[in-house]
């Protein structure tokens, strides 16, 4: 049986667009003036803080502005979408969709990935090692062009001249005060929004941090001894209190960057291993490394009963098929033009060996991970679209 001390051992506690010329030039590497009341994270006592940027601390004023934006179309080229329009609070700021769609009705190739306490992420998107800041990263769906997602390169003059009107200008005053509208703003505040996207308020925290011995059923207890176990390997990939090994905080310092590939594919074309489809090859796309095939970041599980479809693709549907996925080790697809056996994928992570897994058991885990479900994150007002 595997207690609260053994979880805090197993590590509960420890745990493509960098070049937009004209964007960057607008961002200041100057501390913004804000309010110099301490910003309150909604953070339970013992839990590290994130870090931040030293030229974007947190403030209620940024977030204010930042959740304005977030949920405004006004931000897309043709006024079709905004950010929630892929990150919706009712699936943890993730969509129900096998792949993203773009505001101009373009299919992306990767699931949109929740927002889940994105505030403590060592990276961002699914397989970038670059990627390190929500600043940078956001510039992405912004400015992106190869898929476009809100397409604003060539209509920035446009864009950003709807936010310079009088339900904005007092909320951007308020935010970085005697400072000109502008992209870096824009950022910077939904940056701080997305940052304040805090879930540790579920059952499983109520057991393991707060000393309730009847947050959990105990299915669930079985099936989180089961997550911890050595057999099944899960907390490697998915440990710490935010449940994923890419987790930085203000007392982790450590540069974790750990990217993994899983098995999903091995594509065989005339008795020849090619690895994952050309059309996604993960972190080997940027480090052009061909160890690097297939390895994608492991996502948080927080709250991961409402975000379905899964993986970087979301080509797996529901949870009981995630765990028989890892169960056989990988994944043999026989048919189609991505036919092959990830099972034996030369570059899978030694950690995906297969486990055997009884009727019993998977229901025991499905019950556990349920356990990570945050039931007043997903509903909080101050995440949610509402006009203050």
């Given amino acids: 049986m595997i207690n ?58 940024k977030v204010t502005l930042g959740k304005r934006l977030f949920y405004d179309k006004n931000l897309s080229f043709n006024q079709q979408q905004s950010c929630e329009s892929c990150h919706q609070q009712t699936f943890a700021f993730a969509e129900a969709k096998v792949t993203s769609v773009g505001t101009s009705g373009e299919s992306h190739r990767r699931n949109a990935p929740a927002l889940v306490n994105i505030a403590y992420n060592k990276t961002l998107t699914w397989a970038h090692d670059g990627l390190t800041s929500l600043e940078q990263q956001i510039l992405i769906p912004m400015f992106g062009e190869s898929p476009i997602e809100l ?40 940056a701080s929004f997305v940052r304040s996207l805090i879930s540790l308020n579920a059952p499983f925290d109520r057991y393991a941090y707060q000393g309730d011995d009847n947050a ?19 907390h490697h990939c998915h440990g710490g209190f935010n449940f994923t090994q890419s987790t930085s905080h203000e007392k982790q310092l450590i540069d974790r960057r750990p990217f993994h590939n899983t098995g999903l594919y091995n594509i065989q074309i005339e008795n020849k291993s090619i690895g994952y489809p050309e059309t ?47 169960a056989a080790g990988g994944r043999k697809i026989s048919e189609g033009s991505y036919q092959g ?31 990570l479900t945050d039931e007043e994150f997903l509903s909080n007002p101050a995440f949610s679209q509402s006009i203050e």
């Fill in 4 to 61: 609260r001390g053994v979880l805090l051992a197993k590590g509960v506690f420890s745990t493509i667009i960098l070049t937009l010329i004209f964007v960057l030039s607008l961002v200041s590497c100057d501390s913004n003036k804000t309010s110099t009341l301490e910003y309150q994270w909604s953070i339970p006592q013992g839990f590290p803080k994130p870090q931040l940027p030293a030229n974007n601390q947190m403030s209620d004023e």
């Fill in 151 to 190: 397409g604003i390169t060539s209509y920035d003059a446009e864009v950003l001249a709807r936010f310079k009107t009088a339900e904005y200008l007092p909320l951007f005053r308020a935010a970085f005060p005697d400072q000109e509208v502008s992209f870096d703003l824009i950022v910077k505040a939904l």
């Fill in 216 to 234: 959990i059923s105990p299915s669930a207890l079985r099936g989180m001894n089961l997550f911890f176990s050595e057999k099944l390997e899960c």
């Fill in 280 to 326: 996604d090859v993960g972190l080997a796309e940027i480090s052009t490394l061909a160890r690097d095939n297939g390895r994608f970041r492991a996502p948080t599980l927080r709250n991961v009963e409402v975000t379905a479809p899964y993986m970087h693709d979301g080509s797996i549907s529901t949870l009981p098929e995630v765990l028989d996925f890892y």
């Fill in 341 to 371: 056996d990830g099972r034996e994928n030369p570059l899978k992570s030694a950690f995906i060996k297969g486990f055997e897994m009884s009727a019993q058991d998977k229901n025991d885990l499905i019950n556990f991970l349920k356990t």
